[in-house]
Structure formats: C-alpha cells, structure tokens
C-alpha cells in the first residue's frame, strides 16, 4: 500500500499565525465551538507554566499500530508546523516517542497533537517549547511502517482538520481554523478581550455583578 504524501498545503502567513497568539483557545472556543477539539485529548507537557501551541497543521494520517506515515512526515515537516497524528483514538500503541519528538523538534516544529498515545512521556512531557497533547500514555511502541498520508483531510477529534489550517492549544484544550475563519474571526477574538477585560476592571471597580454582566434583575 504504502505511505501516500500529497504536496504542503498554502496556509496563513507568519503575521496572521502570530496575530493569533495573544488569543486564549477558551475565546476562540467562545466564537467556534463547532471547530474545538476532543477536550479527551489534553497536554502532557508537565510544570504549572503557560502553555502555548500555535502554528499551521501538517496533518499525518495513521492506522496503528502502523506508524510509516509519522516517520514519512519527519522529512516533509517544516519549521512553526504542527504535526496533527490522526490515529483514529486508538490508544493501545503509542505513535510517537522521545526519538521521532526529539527530532521533529530539532527541526523546528511547533508541537504535536496525538488522537491516539504517546510514550516517552519523562522526555516529550519536559520540553516547554514542544507542546504535546494527545489522547492517552503508553509504552507499547508502534508495529509496522508502511501505511498512511501526510497532507490529506484527517478526522481529529472530531473535528476535520485540513492541512495549513491553524492548530491552537493550551492547558484548556485544542481547537482548530480553516485559514479563511483565521482571517475572518480574528477581529472579533480581539473584541471579546477587550469585552472581557472590561469584565474584570468592572468586578474590581467593586459595581454590582449583574450590572457588570448587564443580567437584568
């Protein structure tokens, strides 16, 4: 069968990605919950310190406990990507370890989000600056390499996610935009701080609650 790789996906360029930064995933969740990601599948980058994803999906479809499209993708990702593993959610073979992670992040990669598991997590779970979420931990390893696509429509999550499209996480969760709802919302993500900013100054201003949220009495 093989591994099938399709071309890199055009996706938001750098200053669009990063306008994108300062919006927490709950916010964007506000405007899109449609396009949140499986809350089941969560960040094990250990420490209490912010955690921050964001960048362009490279979108690796898997059929466990076959991992050939994962190795494939080693070669074909490039620096700011988010390597997205669909792996069905099939849990009972980790996708990606300390090895292929340690490499991916070498090379400049984002992070990597796993609808499946993961193992090495003493390692892939201490690097502040590669983000790893995924479904579950486990140290059963991968069988087999030869199936799968990179660059191609993937179910995560459920969601759909296609290659270039943003990928965002923190410690609340994923989401994902197609390029063209990056672009389109990004105006009102940035209302909604301002909105909620005002929240809070109101709150410590010491006004009613009710007043501050405009609940009618």
Same mark, same amino acid.
């Given at each position: 069968?093989?591994?099938? /790789? ?42 209490? @310190? ?42 009972? @073979?980790?996708?990606?370890?300390? /090895?292929?992670?340690?490499?991916? &992040? ?23 600056? %590669?983000?790893? %979420?995924?479904?579950? /931990? ?17 179910? %995560?999550?459920?969601?759909?996610? @296609? ?11 994923? /989401? ?13 993500? &940035? ?12 709150? &410590?201003?010491? &006004? ?10």
């Amino acid at each position: 069968m093989g591994v099938k /790789i399709n071309a890199a996906a055009s996706t938001l360029a750098a200053e669009e990605i990063e306008a994108w930064r300062e919006i927490a995933v709950s916010i964007a969740v506000d405007l899109l919950p449609e396009q949140q990601i499986d809350p089941a599948i969560r960040p094990q980058t250990f420490g209490g @310190n912010p955690l921050r994803l964001l960048g362009p999906a490279l979108t690796v479809e898997v059929t466990p406990p076959d991992f050939g499209a994962v190795i494939h993708a080693l070669d074909h990702v490039r620096a700011g990507d988010v390597v997205v593993i669909a792996a069905g959610g099939q849990i009972d @073979n980790a996708m990606i370890g300390e /090895i292929l992670g340690g490499h991916l &992040r070498e090379k400049g990669c984002a992070g990597v989000v796993v609808d499946g598991a993961v193992r090495d997590i003493d390692v892939l779970g201490n690097w502040p600056d %590669f983000p790893v %979420f995924s479904r579950s /931990i486990t140290p059963r390893g991968p069988v087999g390499a030869g199936k799968g696509e990179i660059n191609g429509a993937v179910s %995560f999550g459920g969601c759909t996610i @296609n290659p270039g499209d943003l990928v965002m996480g923190d410690r609340d969760g994923l /989401i994902a935009l197609s390029p063209e709802l990056a672009r389109a919302q990004l105006d009102d993500a &940035r209302a909604k701080l301002v909105i909620e900013s005002d929240w809070i100054k109101g709150l &410590r201003s010491g &006004r009613p609650a009710t007043e501050v949220f405009g609940l009618k009495i």
